[in-house]
């Protein structure tokens, strides 16, 4: 056994969901664990971060290489303002739009649920390869 080990976490809701800064990289895992014994719960990783008005934009880079991603930028009510989706499992993800100034919440999350071997008993992707998110207002 080896643990994941993601400072961001626990981050798996709104109401929890860790500070960044804008210009500040962080790194987070696609990993979750089970809801039963035989299902695993869907990746949700929430950040909360105050934006100037400007062109935001939110880039997710170094996405394993078995995950499609997706990310998308919450107001503070819980209205989606814009969302990107990886056209294929690695690809990074980047999205821009004008937004006010606020506080908000970056939501990344994949639509796959993660097999816990890879093939032949290989440790997949997801476990090993951080991704690296960025939120910038130009």
Known sequence: YVPVSDPSEPNDTRQTASTIEPDTPVKGYFFSGYETSTQLKPVDN?????????????????????????VELVSSDGVSVMEGQATASGNDVAVQQAVSAADYYVHVSSMDRFPTLGRDGAIP????????LSVAVK
């Open 46 to 70: 929430w950040y909360e971060v105050s934006l100037p008005a400007g062109m935001a934009t939110i880039s997710l880079m170094n996405v394993p290489t078995n995950v499609i991603a997706d």
């Open 125 to 132: 992707d997801n476990f090993e390869t951080a991704y690296t």
